[in-house]
């Protein structure tokens, strides 16, 4: 599976982008700003419904723009599939595959699987747990769709629970949204649980391989749910939820546990620990995706090299250069880095230059078919 072309009008600061890929790995170059990373999120985009980085879908319009318009055409199980995005200001959102409308915008989540590395995933490490819970979110829903639905459903019930704890709630109403809080938790609780699971060892692994084993790191996950079902807790909680007005137990309160030599990563972890732990995670993403989908994601690797010491940039360009990856899609400030990732890739590339949002192609060893 892979990305074969984009069309791009007025996204972010790409007014006209038409574009070719190499199935193997494509890397854009240009100063920071130029718009390498706007071409990402457009990808990402087609695979998620949304962009990585803004909530609000006409905030992705250029400038003063009626609208925006991603079109992507596919390679995937060798057929042949276009997925289209639309945005108007004075409109809605238009999300089609093969220019069928999709009912459910939830629907096409997973169907072009993908890993995305930014600078912004220091996020998952600074921020707030809710971060680190859309991050839980965004890998499992990719390839089950039952998590996704119990996630669409628990979060609804959770809402009205807090709307009713707002007021003077009916108990016989609450009681029969504990019963659906609880039974959604629980596969919501399972799911996560495998996931943290699965995603320990070959982080582990990644991160010893880009660090030198230097440093020993851990991944783990914090659930009420853990020792008490939510049923139970949600009973044993409801005067104080009353007084709060909201409900103060639950898997919305899940977190993970990252830590660097048993110590919280975020309060001893240097810029370049933090950045290796990040990518290790995604790569550990990457590797459960694949497995579970049957086919590797696209990887996008937003200036992944930045703030890491030379070691680990080139242990890292040995990871990305190595086989068991599909597409990659590749920015960079630096492109003498690149030249030197190029030299090590054994199949085709696409090397392209992004300047005031247009992109270029510099060089490449790969004729689209």
């Not at 170059?29 to 706007?38: H, I, P, S, Y």
């Not at 998620?48 to 992507?72: A, H, W």
């Not at 998952?124 to 819970?133: A, H, M, P, Y």
């Amino acid at each position: 599976m892979y990305l074969k072309h984009i069309s791009i009008s007025n996204f972010k600061n790409l007014a006209q982008v038409d574009a070719y890929f190499s199935p193997v790995l494509n890397c854009f170059v240009g100063d920071n700003g130029e718009g390498k990373t706007n071409l990402l999120d457009a990808i990402y985009y087609l695979s998620m419904c949304k962009s990585y980085f803004l909530t609000s879908d006409t905030q992705n319009i250029r400038n003063s723009e009626p609208f925006f318009m991603v079109k992507g055409d596919y390679k995937r199980n060798d057929a042949d599939e276009q997925i289209s995005c639309g945005m108007k200001r004075a409109g809605g959102k238009s999300f089609k595959r093969n220019s069928k409308e999709y009912d459910r915008l939830s629907e096409h989540i997973g169907f072009i699987p993908l890993v995305m590395i930014t600078p912004s995933d220091t996020s998952l490490i600074n921020d707030g747990g809710e971060e680190r819970r859309k991050y839980i979110n965004m890998v499992i829903s990719q390839t089950d769709r039952e998590y996704l639905d119990s996630l669409v459903r628990y979060n609804h019930a959770l809402q009205q629970r807090n709307k009713l704890l707002k007021s003077n709630p009916d108990r016989e109403l609450i009681e029969v949204l504990n019963m659906q809080l609880s039974d959604y938790g629980r596969v919501i609780y399972n799911k996560r649980k495998v996931l943290v699971e699965n995603l320990i060892p070959v982080f582990q692994d990644v991160y010893n391989t880009v660090s030198g084993s230097k440093e020993e790191v851990s991944l783990g996950y914090k659930s009420d749910l853990e020792n008490e079902d939510l049923q139970i807790l949600l009973e044993q909680n409801y005067d104080r939820d009353r007084i709060l007005q909201y409900t103060t137990v639950g898997i919305h309160r899940d977190d993970l546990n990252m830590t660097l030599n048993g110590r919280s990563i975020r309060k001893s972890g240097s810029q370049g620990q933090q950045k290796t732990y990040l990518v290790a995670l995604k790569m550990a993403q990457f590797h459960l995706i694949k497995q579970n989908a049957g086919v590797p994601p696209i990887l996008l690797l937003d200036d992944i090299f930045d703030k890491l010491d030379p070691g680990r940039v080139e242990m890292l360009i040995k990871l990305v250069a190595g086989n068991g990856f599909g597409q990659i899609f590749l920015t960079d400030s630096n492109k003498t880095r690149l030249d030197h990732l190029l030299e090590r890739i054994a199949g085709d590339f696409c090397l392209f230059t992004v300047k005031n949002g247009e992109i270029t192609n510099l060089n490449s060893s790969y004729a689209p078919q």
